[in-house]
């Protein structure tokens, strides 16, 4: 039997340690990742091997030659271009058409039992067998779905974590018959789980999926490289380790030389030649390359050294990857996480700060505090996007610097001369802030069109004209006067979609922002007539017909909303009681007393007026609260049907979109107008998307957020005014009356804390138990898992992406039913959860 190891990997997240060698080169316990895979391999009698290069082909080459050293017969298939993880071994086919074979990558840590893989795939006479594992996060990887048997039911690759229904995933070690090959395309990218498999999937051919019991890693993120060699120390992966273990987890090669006055805390490894003095230290997970000299007072802990590196006396290392050739002089601090990679210098008492890049070649001077990379910093965290953009403190977490940084590397994913659209709330802050995001965009050949300070809803209607890309608005946390937002667009001027933002984490990420040339630097202006064009597009595409003479309340609490009305209102011809009309920089959000406060003012407003309706926007105009004729709040899910109901009785057919998480009453409005509804996911772009699409009348998040899709797809609090106040005028009915003809809701939500470590694992828990439900129940997977009752009744169970908890919806006909529900499915969260 014969393997094709895939060696093609480019390895960029792993950057700087892969910036010059691929990615199946990179050393675990001072042996390239895919000298590990060829010794499991041959363990198992597979000794001849076709290995698919294409990144930096011929280091792989020369490093392992014919492969005699290892008593394997290796060949090798280049590609010239990137042909997929299918197209590579389409490439090597003239060398598979005998016998099936086995398909393992070259960057990935695995003790796999692949005879006992081939055994499942003889016994179940299956065209595929795809080795799958369990793992904790399965955000990164393609989950697959297999039934009792083993046979594949469905595939998902890459998946938010409202898609997570099971934490098995792929591996990529797959065993074949060679007639597979004949369903990939020669010469072209292709994809095994992307293209291949699914179609195979579709004609009924048995894929199956064997669940491995054994070890495996991506190596993918420097955090999986540390962990790998802590998992290769401790034995949770079967590795061949070279050297003598002279003490419990302390291996050290046979040709090292160790001071008797050194200490050594292990699990630790030590490489040939290398050598320790008197006085230091190396402590847990701590791996030393060949040729490797640690001076006395040298201290290191989980630092992984690669070979013929210096470190100098009194050197302190700890969670860190020294790349090879490199010398690190006498007193010299690297903190956890940093990388430093090949060839490098590390003068006397430099400080390289945690996270730090430092990319092959460079030379840190003597003394140097080092709180970025070379060029650029690298920011760290688990994930640059949240729910509201880009957050954080201002000026702790969000800096002018990241925001240069970000406006960088959004710069870099766009063509250059593009043009952007810029705005800002009304606080101090964000002006400031807004200044560095100009002022790196324009550095990247990137033209600005500033709107200044503007409702969010006219940045993005902005960011959909003409030849812009898109945008960046900064405005202030809801709620939080001390954070701040950075809300960065595509050119449909809704919030980036996630494809689009981890490429702009990528390019964060790696620091390897474009700069334009002198003569390229772009140009910055100031639209001279921005609010006058959406005020005028607005009131074109918007049905205006019988407000006049109609009498409302307005409320801007101290927002941009106050810069566009008058223009909207006064071409409108309606008596308008208007309130906190005056931007307000030094208090641009409110608290939520505050916000109860002002809403209880306006309801006064309203029935003391005798208006036909008061509304209240959030600071940036994006958000709308609705109070009625009697001065009684509207909260935000009656108030999604209300205008629900005012849109579908006038348009009497169409399609509405609405979020998975809203309550199913809105169907029963619908049907009885002759609505349709499309249920999206949560993620961000989810609404936009469907509001974009054809036939769409009306679009909501129950939030506060409604879409006027005849005019927009994304989230504007002005324009949903402006169509409220043509609605009411026609309809007979008030909005007290409208709210009283809808039936009463009866969902519930709860949150359960659920650590990032299991949440895979109780999706998987969640979806074995709603299968297993009968009675007629449906289970929807539109967004996380939603098991819907004959009756009516259903339950939603979602993780969130941002934070560790399970989210849960429940609904049913009245409230104990709905409690009941909820906390049923609640105990099968929280018992996965422990």
């Given amino acids: 039997m014969k393997a094709v190891v895939m060696a093609g990997g480019e390895g960029t997240r792993l950057r700087p340690m892969t910036a010059n060698q691929p990615k199946p080169l990179l050393p675990v316990v001072n042996r390239p990742i895919m000298e590990h895979v060829l010794r499991l391999l041959k363990r198992h009698g597979v000794t001849e091997t076709v290995v698919t290069v294409q990144f930096l082909a011929a280091l792989v080459r020369n490093y392992f030659g014919d492969g005699d050293e290892l008593g394997m017969s290796l060949q090798y298939a280049t590609e010239d271009v990137p042909l997929g993880t299918a ?82 995933v792929n591996t990529g070690v797959y065993v074949m018959e060679p007639e597979v090959l004949a369903h990939v395309a020669a010469g072209e990218p292709v994809d095994w789980s992307g293209d291949v498999f699914p179609r195979l999937l579709e004609r009924g051919a048995p894929i199956y999926g064997y669940v491995a019991a054994g070890y495996w890693e991506d190596v993918g993120t420097h955090e999986s490289y540390l962990k790998a060699h802590a998992d290769a120390l401790t034995g949770k992966v079967r590795l061949d380790i070279g050297g003598f273990e002279v003490s419990p987890g302390v291996w050290v090669a046979a040709s090292a030389s160790v001071e008797p006055d050194a200490v050594l805390k292990g699990p630790l490894f030590i490489g040939e030649y290398a050598k320790v003095e008197a006085g230091a230290e190396l402590r847990e997970y701590t791996v030393l390359g060949n040729n490797v000299v640690v001076r006395e007072g040298a201290f290191l802990h989980r630092a992984i050294v690669h070979d013929n590196v210096y470190l100098g006396p009194g050197t302190h290392l700890r969670g860190c990857v020294i790349g ?59 994930s640059l996007f949240g729910p509201r953009g880009v957050s954080g403190l201002v000026n702790v977490e969000i800096t002018p610097e990241l925001c240069v940084r970000l406006a960088s590397a959004y710069a870099t994913t766009l063509s250059k001369g ?148 008058p223009r ?59 109070v009625d004729e009697m001065g009684q709040l509207i909260g935000e899910e009656r108030a999604l049907l209300v205008v629900l109901d005012l849109v579908a009785a006038e348009r ?41 699409g054809p036939g769409m009348i009306f679009a909501a998040d129950g939030r506060g957020g409604f879409v006027v899709p005849e005019f927009s797809p994304a989230l504007d609090g002005l324009a949903v005014f402006m169509r409220l106040l043509g609605l009411v005028a026609r309809t007979r009915l008030s909005l007290s009356q409208i709210d009283a003809r809808i039936p009463e809701v009866n969902l519930l939500r709860r949150a359960i804390p659920t650590q990032w470590a299991v949440k895979g694992a109780v999706m ?19 967004d996380g898992v939603r098991v819907a009752g004959e009756d009516g009744s259903w339950v939603l169970i979602l993780p969130a992406a941002t934070e560790p908890v399970t989210h849960l919806w429940a609904e049913a006909a009245d409230v104990d039913t709905a409690q009941l529900l909820l906390e049923r499915w609640a105990r099968v969260v929280e018992r996965a959860s422990t």
């Fill in 87 to 168: 197209g590579s071994v389409k490439n090597a086919a003239a060398r598979l058409h005998d016998d099936r074979f086995l398909v393992i990558s070259g960057d990935a840590l695995t003790d796999i039992d692949l005879s006992d893989m081939v055994r499942f795939h003889r016994e179940t006479s299956a065209l595929v067998t795809i080795g799958l594992k369990r793992v904790p996060n399965p955000l990164e990887f393609g989950i697959i779905i297999v039934d009792e048997s083993g046979r594949v039911q469905r595939f998902l690759e890459k998946p938010t974590w409202g898609q997570v229904f099971s934490d098995t």
């Fill in 324 to 382: 090879k050739s490199t010398d690190v002089m006498s007193g010299a601090r690297i903190e956890e996480n940093a990388v430093v990679g090949d060839e490098c210098v590390i003068e006397p008492e430099a400080y390289v700060s945690s996270g730090v890049r430092v990319y092959p070649f460079k030379t840190i001077e003597a003394g140097a505090v080092v709180n970025t990379s070379v060029i650029w910093e690298s920011r760290g965290q688990r």
């Fill in 418 to 565: 593009a043009n952007v659209v810029t705005s800002r709330d009304s606080s101090l802050a964000a002006r400031a802030l807004k200044r560095a995001v100009i002022g790196a965009l324009t550095a990247s050949a990137i033209n600005v069109l500033d709107l200044e300070a503007a409702p969010l809803p006219v940045a993005r209607f902005h960011a959909t004209r003409g030849t812009a890309a898109g945008g960046i608005a900064l405005r202030t946390t809801a709620g939080d006067p001390q954070s701040v937002d950075i809300v960065i667009m595509d050119d449909r001027g809704a919030d980036l979609p996630p494809a689009a933002q981890r490429k702009l984490e990528r390019v964060f990420s790696r620091q390897e922002f474009r700069r334009a040339f002198p003569g390229e630097i772009a140009e910055l202006t100031y639209p001279a007539r921005a609010v006058e064009d959406y005020a005028h597009e607005l009131l074109r595409r918007v049905d205006m017909t019988g407000v006049r003479d109609m009498k409302v309340v307005v409320d801007c609490a101290g927002g941009t909303s106050s810069l566009v009305l």
């Fill in 568 to 626: 909207l209102l006064g071409r409108a011809g309606i008596e308008v009681l208007t309130v906190n009309a005056v931007l307000d920089d030094l208090s641009p959000t409110e608290t939520i007393a505050e916000r109860r406060r002002d809403l209880q003012r306006l309801s006064e407003l309203v029935s003391s007026s005798r208006a036909a309706f008061g509304v209240r926007f959030d600071p940036v105009g994006e958000r709308i609260a609705l």
């Fill in 652 to 692: 009497r057919g169409g399609r509405v979109a609405l979020p998975v998480t809203t309550t199913r009453v809105a169907e029963q409005v619908c049907r009885f107008h002759g609505v349709e509804v499309e249920w999206t996911s949560t993620a961000v772009d989810a609404l936009t998307s469907a509001a974009a």
């Fill in 764 to 782: 998987r828990s969640v979806i074995e138990a709603a299968e297993a439900v009968r009675d007629g129940h449906r289970v929807d997977t539109t």
